[in-house]
């Protein structure tokens, strides 16, 4: 089972709620760090890393000598990243997606795979959790290709050693945002009950509602500001699975970079509620669909 937690805002607690989840999962689990612009999901697991590996983009060179300036590539490329200028072929590498297809479909076979650094990749363990995570170079602004890299790493992974995995998404509901939870079972929301958690969690339910996955919210600082969240949710239909309390216990513990799963017996419980109904909603209980 892929478990995504995703929030249509920032610093809803998201990555708190997945590395209590990876924490309390009672069967082998992979903790995958998917926000690759910013990730933090090591801060809390901690974990100890055994390999890593440069994440590289291929993107087109040309052999100007076989180009005819026929610009077939420039036709094809949705993404200007190649274009022809008067009698100049440009290539522009940093708005090139890495599709292939302009190299594919050159009549003159006049470009080749050449490569750009997207970021890097880093697995190890935390305990008897496995981790992964991407991180992008500082300067990059093309987060989806290093997001797929990652995701290729992953399916390798559980290939070779079959766990659940909890992914930390991105948040916002952008395109790196809708990338990460594409390959979920199911969809945690992470919200706060204040009007802009509101707003952007109405936003995200929106984004993701068409790809009829079943989706829950996690209720984070619940007790403080104002509640049209939960009235939004019943009429809905979008269950509540955990909601974590504001109080001075869990934002010490995070404050101290700790996992809130593991600084009480309560949120503990909590968090091992919020793992079985996650199981539950994969089995189809309760799910939310559009
Ligand atoms: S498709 Fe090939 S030959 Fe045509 S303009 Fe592009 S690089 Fe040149
Ligand atoms: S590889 Fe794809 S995105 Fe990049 S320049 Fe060629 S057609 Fe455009």
């Not at 890495?98 to 970021?119: T, V």
Request: proline share 6%; with cysteine.
């Amino acid at each position: 089972m892929i478990v995504a937690v995703a929030s249509g805002k920032g610093g809803t607690g998201k990555t708190t709620v997945s590395a209590s989840l990876a924490s309390v999962w009672d069967k082998g689990v992979t903790a995958v760090d998917l926000d690759v612009e910013e990730p933090n999901l090591h801060l809390f697991l901690k974990p100890e890393i055994s390999g890593s590996a440069p994440a590289n983009l291929e993107t087109p060179v040309a052999d100007e000598s076989l180009c005819n300036l026929c610009r077939a590539c420039s036709h094809f490329c949705q993404y200007k990243a190649i274009t022809v200028m008067g009698k100049i072929l440009m290539i522009f590498p940093e708005m090139c997606h890495g599709c292939g297809g302009c190299i594919a479909g050159c009549p003159q076979k006049a470009l080749s795979a050449g490569s750009r650094e997207l970021g890097e990749i880093l697995w190890g363990k935390s305990g008897k959790i496995d981790f992964l995570m991407g991180r992008l170079r500082v300067g990059e602004a093309m987060s989806p290709p290093l997001m797929r890299l990652v995701k290729s790493r992953l399916s390798e992974m559980i290939t070779v050693h079959p766990t659940d995995a909890i992914i930390d998404c991105p948040p916002g509901v952008s395109c790196p945002a809708i990338n990460s939870v594409m390959d979920a079972d199911v969809i945690v929301l992470v919200t706060e009950p204040t009007p802009f958690g509101f707003y952007d969690f109405k936003l995200a339910i929106e984004a993701f509602a068409p790809l009829e996955k079943p989706m829950g919210a996690v209720i984070n600082r619940a007790g403080v500001g104002e509640n049209s969240v939960y009235g939004f949710c019943a009429e809905k239909g979008i269950p509540i699975l955990a909601e974590i309390p504001y109080d001075r216990a869990v934002a010490e513990a995070y404050s101290k970079g700790l996992v809130v799963a593991e600084a009480s017996e309560r949120m503990k419980t909590t968090f091992l509620g919020l793992a079985e109904k996650i199981r539950g909603l994969a089995g189809g209980k309760g799910a939310f669909r559009a």
